[in-house]
């Protein structure tokens, strides 16, 4: 027996040529139509039988066959792609809401490819016209959106992404085409704020991003209102951006001022409010019974520094999972996203 003879079709077939292998080959080494094996691994709706189906995938794996997604993008209009787009993928906020996208996407056999926005509008814009070119399925702009957002380049770019079919899903303000998830910064905050002021503190520092991104907009409104209601007053905002090098930076600067015990102060993020404690240890503060840090989002590390930090739990992950979904189910409408204050040891309260 020769030895192409002792080898499996599958196998004569890449043995035989260096070129990559077609649909044609693995339909041929399966025994099956050409239609066949499309179904099975161009993710058609159309049942296969499941003997059928082991053959191709079997097939498809001795061939080393891969799909060619461009090719399937010029023939359904886009390809079994998900984009998503974050600020800042070192961030655990971003890579929490990552990890419910990546959830849903396996659920339906699709990729999720990340784009990193760095925060910069005009990058944001050009990501997003470079991903027209793919014809992903959906885009999901998971970065904070400003006043200036559905006017913008990158509000221009979705526009024209959509046109081509793919569904676009952002995380608050968008366009008036566009799906959103919202997360209820403001009723969070207010809900902190409060919580704060129960614990008996009146004089409070907010650590926020710049003027006009909603998310600490909405954040230092809600905030505001609770702790006013409960007798107190931020005393003073500083701003900034979201990163742990922004919060250590502006809590410097707020110790330079002069920060009296039993003052409060809040973190934007979990983040921010991590880069704050950093600079209190660093001038010799004490973390709680001198100056008290509490923040919003309860990323795993706030629960992990010492002591731990207060803070909003948002259900990160389920948050991705929802934009997913957005960008795949016709029907879709949001699910109630529960926040809840964790009170922890940075706010033992004023007395301790």
Known sequence: MSTSESLSP????????SAAATLHDVARAAGVSLATASRVLNGSQRKVAESFRERVERAAAELGYTANVSAQATARGTSPVIALLVADI???????????????ADEQGLVVTIAITERDPEREARIIRALRGQRPQGLILAASRTRESTESPTARELTEFAKLGGRVVTFGAGGSDDRHVEIDNRTGARALGARMAELGYRRAIVLAGAEGVFTSDERLAGFDEG????????????????????????MAQALADGIEPGTLVFGMSDV????????LRD???????????????????SSDVTPALTTVHVPLSDVGYQA??????????????PLEVVVRASTPGPSA
Do not use: H, K, N
């Not at 599958?10 to 040529?17: I, V, Y």
């Not at 971003?94 to 996208?101: E, N, P, T």
């Not at 921010?272 to 600079?279: D, K, T």
């Open 10 to 17: 599958g196998r004569q077939a890449r043995s035989s040529r």
């Open 90 to 104: 070192a961030d655990p906020y971003f890579g929490l809401i990552a990890s419910g996208v990546a959830r849903g």
């Open 227 to 250: 702790i006013s209601a409960g007798g107190g007053a931020v005393a003073r905002v500083l701003r900034g951006d979201f990163r742990r090098e922004s919060g250590a930076e502006l």
């Open 272 to 279: 921010v409010a991590i880069g704050a404690m950093s600079a």
């Open 283 to 301: 001038a010799g503060r004490e973390i709680g019974g001198d100056v008290a840090v509490c923040g919003f989002d309860d990323v795993p590390a």
């Open 324 to 337: 997913f979904r957005a960008t795949v189910d016709e029907d879709w409408e949001q699910a109630p996203l």
